[in-house]
């Protein structure tokens, strides 16, 4: 156990529908980053907070959102989803805002039918 | 940014050979390379890391080289064991010293052992 929480672990929805994935960091990391892996792909970075702000975005579409809540908890929000979308979504956490171990969680499966 | 290139996507050994994964990356900044095993199903997970004041780093049956000239690492797995079977990703990164700080993986190793 990483001391990573995910939820949900799986998720069905429709296309153009909106979803949630929430994680709560390991106790004690301010660091949050989201991953999303697909099919026969790697690991791609969506986004990183650090301590309730953002501090770096990779290739995240435009209807995609999230933030990180006083708590330190983060949520990804996906919007508009299209069948591409269905992937798993990996968050991660860490002590240190720029460097060291990743923590992962176990992944929320979305499918988008 | 930084780009991580893997091979090979796919390692089929005998169990008790030797597995080697190679990556390579493109910012020169990068000082942290890290690798992550992710078993079917599972969350990936750290099983070796090297930063670039070193040049190897054992742990048991794994070990990690790094080649900063070359801009290459790699990974070597000796007695490899069917629990060894899984998807291997390298990554890069670099802490405080300009470049990217945001792991970049690549895009994975599938290692069969076969028993």
């Known amino acids: 156990d990483s001391g990573v929480t995910q939820t949900p672990k799986h998720l069905i929805t429709a296309t153009g529908q909106r979803v949630t994935l929430r994680c709560s960091p390991r106790s004690g990391d301010l660091s949050v980053y989201w991953y999303q892996q697909s099919l026969d792909q790697g690991l791609q970075f969506l986004i990183q907070y650090y301590n309730g702000e953002e501090r770096a975005k990779g290739n995240i579409l435009e209807r995609f959102s999230a933030q990180q809540f006083p708590d330190l908890h983060s949520e990804l929000n996906l919007s508009s989803l299209e069948l591409g979308d269905s992937a798993l979504y990996f968050c991660?956490?860490?002590?240190?805002?720029?460097?060291?171990?990743?923590?992962f969680g176990e992944g929320s499966r979305l499918t988008v039918l | 940014g930084e780009n991580v290139e893997q091979h090979p996507s796919t390692l089929s050994v005998q169990e008790g050979d030797s597995a080697v994964i190679k990556c390579t990356y493109s910012d020169s900044a990068s000082n942290y390379f890290p690798w992550y095993k992710q078993e079917l199903g599972k969350r990936p997970q750290l099983i070796i890391d090297?930063?670039?004041?070193?040049g190897e780093k054992k742990d048991q049956r794994i070990a990690v080289t790094l080649n900063k000239t070359a801009k290459h690492f790699s990974l070597h797995i000796t007695e490899t064991q069917p629990e060894d079977s899984a998807v291997y990703f390298c990554?890069?990164?670099?802490?405080?010293?300009?470049?990217?700080?945001?792991?970049?993986f690549g895009r994975g190793t599938s290692l069969i052992v076969h028993p």
């Open positions: 990554a890069a990164s670099s802490g405080g010293s300009g470049g990217s700080y945001i792991p970049t």
């Open positions: 991660a956490s860490s002590v240190l805002e720029n460097t060291g171990e990743l923590f």
């Open positions: 090297i930063r670039s004041n070193v």
